[in-house]
């Protein structure tokens, strides 16, 4: 049987995280079908279509799956489930708002955050904040799963031609309703698909030196800016920056850990980094045991010594 990714997208395009969950999907065998749900989402379909590895996009579009609304987006999976083997959700807010709800209709246990897929039958997750790595066997006939999007390559977002098929929307449950949302705009790369980040830590002392300190240095990179749980709250940097187990997870090429101790629940947002170079004046901070290049010294003179030699 086929395998149903259920796409992320803002109804003109599909974003990244779909890309590496359909990567998933074709490791666990079969054809790679992808639900686009949406409003006018003409365009996503589209998108969709030309995803590399691909074989059908089926396209539901009514005014009730605008926003991606959870209940209404999780009848509209179970509607056509019976179909596939596997059903997977990128291991988003979004992703993780709906897959829980599907797999509580279809009565099956949730295969969350995989990172590997060893057979159709056999995954890979992180447990313990990361530090373990457990194998998890599922004989449910109908699998779902979310995927840490970090642990599979994106597919190639061009050069696939999969058939568009249209599908009946369901009808809107109306149980929820979206009000509203405030978008935070930035110039800089949005953090999970950077591939640089330039991070801080409580030790930076204030929002004020966080921005003095790191914003030059990510600028000069091009990088995105994140920040640890600690400087977080001291609320030296807003939430959507946030890189841990309970903010994003992210691998980019480079990671650049400026005054942060190495939290366990820290590292387990970004030890899947290509390359990690830590700034720390405590020489027995826990970020160096996952650092590729360790620098101990004082930020405040390094930083801006980094920034003068680039």
């Keep these: 049987m086929a395998a149903l990714v259920i796409a992320e997208h803002d109804n003109v395009s599909v974003r990244g995280a779909t890309l590496n969950t359909v990567t998933a999907a074709l490791a666990c065998g079969g054809e790679v079908h992808v639900l686009i749900a949406g409003t006018d989402a003409g365009g996503a379909a589209a ?18 799956l605008n926003h991606g609304l959870a209940e209404n987006v999780a009848s509209q999976v179970v509607g056509i489930a019976k179909h596939y083997s596997h059903i997977l959700f990128p291991a988003t807010a979004a992703g993780k708002n709906v897959a ?21 039958d056999t995954f890979e997750r992180p447990i313990y904040a990361g530090n373990a790595i457990a194998t998890v066997q599922s004989l449910d006939a109908i699998k779902v799963i979310t995927v840490r999007t970090t642990g599979f390559d994106p597919a190639a977002a061009t050069g696939g031609s999969a058939a568009v098929e249209s599908l009946p929307a369901v009808a809107d449950s109306g149980s929820s309703t979206f009000m509203g949302s405030e978008i935070a705009k930035s110039d800089r790369p949005e953090l999970t698909a950077a591939k640089i980040i330039v991070s801080g830590g409580r030790a930076l002392g204030s929002s004020e030196k966080f921005t003095e300190v790191l914003t030059p240095l990510a600028d000069k990179l091009g990088a995105a800016l994140g920040a640890s749980r600690a400087a977080v709250d001291a609320g030296y940097a807003p939430n959507d920056w946030q890189v841990g187990q309970t903010g994003k997870i992210v691998a980019p090429q480079l990671y650049v850990a400026i005054g942060i101790s190495g939290a366990i629940q820290h590292l387990a947002g970004m030890k899947d980094s290509k390359v990690i170079v830590a700034i720390n004046k405590d020489a027995e901070a826990p970020i160096f045991s996952v650092a590729d290049y360790g620098l101990e010294a004082d930020l405040f003179t390094a930083v801006p010594e980094l920034i003068a030699a680039l």
């Design 47 to 64: 998108a969709a279509a030309q995803i590399t590895g691909v074989a059908k996009v089926l396209h539901a579009d009514a005014p009730g």
């Design 100 to 120: 829980p709800r599907v797999a509580a209709l279809l009565d099956v246990a949730q295969i969350s955050d995989a990172t590997k897929v060893i057979s159709a």
